[in-house]
C-alpha cells in the first residue's frame, strides 16, 4: 500500500501547471429556467486566482452568467493524451460570476493579460461594444488524477488539495 503523503504530494505536482496548460475553459451556465448550457471561453487568471473570460452579449452563456451570477468551469486532459477514456484527469470549479467594468484601471490590467496572450485578435475585441469582461471566483474545487484519485482545492486560491474520502461524493 502506498504512503498517503507521497500520493498526496504526487498529486500536488500533478496538479501545479495543469490549468495553466489550457487556452480556453469549458463552461456550464444555466437561464432562468434552468436550462443548462455548455459552452467554452478563452480565458486569463487574474492575480488573485480568478478565471477571467471576455465575452460577446450575444452569447447566450453571457447572459446566464450575468443573470445567474454563478457557473461552472471545467478542464479536462485532450482525449488524444489520456490513457484511460472513463478517468481523464480534470479540474472543476463552482464559481461566482461579477462583471469587471471596462475602462477600470481593473479591467486594463486583464485585457493587457489577454492581449499577451491572445495577440491582435484583442485589439479588434476590444474596440466591440457587446463584450463584457467577466470574473469567475472559484468557491469550490475538485481535481481528479484517475480512478481512486480525487482531491478537493483548498487554501488561498484553491491552489491545495485535500484527499476525498469515501462518504464525499460529487
Known sequence: ???????????????????????????????????????????VRDPQGGFCIFVSELAEHTG?????????VLFIES???????????????RCQVTEVTRGTEGAGAILARFAGRFGEIMGLLS??????????TPVEGRFVIGFGQAYRLVGPGLNDLAPIGPDERG
Open 64 to 72: 446566464n452568467l450575468l443573470a445567474r451570477g454563478e457557473a461552472s
Open 127 to 136: 474596440g466591440l461594444g457587446d463584450f463584457r469582461l467577466l470574473r469567475l
Open 1 to 43: 500500500m502506498s504512503d498517503p503523503r507521497e500520493s498526496l504530494e504526487r498529486a500536488r505536482e500533478a496538479y501545479t501547471g495543469f490549468i495553466d496548460g489550457f487556452q480556453s475553459l469549458i463552461l456550464a451556465t444555466a437561464d432562468g429556467q434552468g436550462s443548462p448550457l455548455a459552452s467554452y471561453a478563452p480565458y
Open 79 to 93: 482525449e488524444a493524451d489520456t490513457r484511460q477514456i472513463f478517468a481523464r484527469r480534470r479540474a472543476s470549479f
